[in-house]
């Protein structure tokens, strides 16, 4: 057996009588609900507080990006505004990490050994 009944997809705009019968309005889609993120296993968190300046190299996309990691919070947009200006390019600092477009690891390694920091190169 068929269904007969047809749909309705009448929308009213507008009445001045009121006789015409408003259709069901269209459920909304709930709003996604925010997970909280995992905290950092300890590894990270001993890596982020030992003192040491981890410079890696990350492939996005077609591009290579050069990652700081370990910097402290103030210090973070200065060191990021100078290694963009000694590596001649661009690049963001955010979140207590300065990313460089291209692969400057041999700038950056030297630039922190000269001012006396401690310094590995991480990743590949």
């Known amino acids: 057996m068929k269904d007969d009944r047809?749909?309705?997809e009448r929308v009213l705009v507008y009445s001045t009588d009121g006789t015409l019968p408003l259709?069901?309005?269209a459920r909304r889609k709930t709003q996604p609900v925010a997970r909280a993120m995992p905290p950092l296993p300890e590894d990270a968190l001993r890596q982020a507080?030992?003192?040491?300046?981890?410079?890696a190299r990350e492939k996005r996309r077609n591009s290579t990006v050069t990652l700081v990691h370990g910097l402290a919070?103030?210090?973070v947009d200065a060191a990021?505004?100078?290694l963009k200006r000694l590596c001649g390019?661009?690049?963001t600092a955010k979140n207590g990490v300065v990313e460089l477009q291209g692969d400057h690891r041999d700038k950056v390694v030297v630039y922190f050994e000269?001012?006396?920091?401690?310094?590995?190169?991480a990743g590949g």
């Open 6 to 8: 047809v749909r309705d």
């Open 114 to 121: 000269e001012r006396g920091r401690r310094v590995k190169r």
């Open 89 to 91: 390019t661009g690049g």
């Open 49 to 55: 507080q030992d003192g040491t300046i981890r410079v």
């Open 23 to 25: 259709p069901e309005p």
């Open 80 to 82: 990021g505004k100078e």
């Open 73 to 75: 919070a103030t210090e």
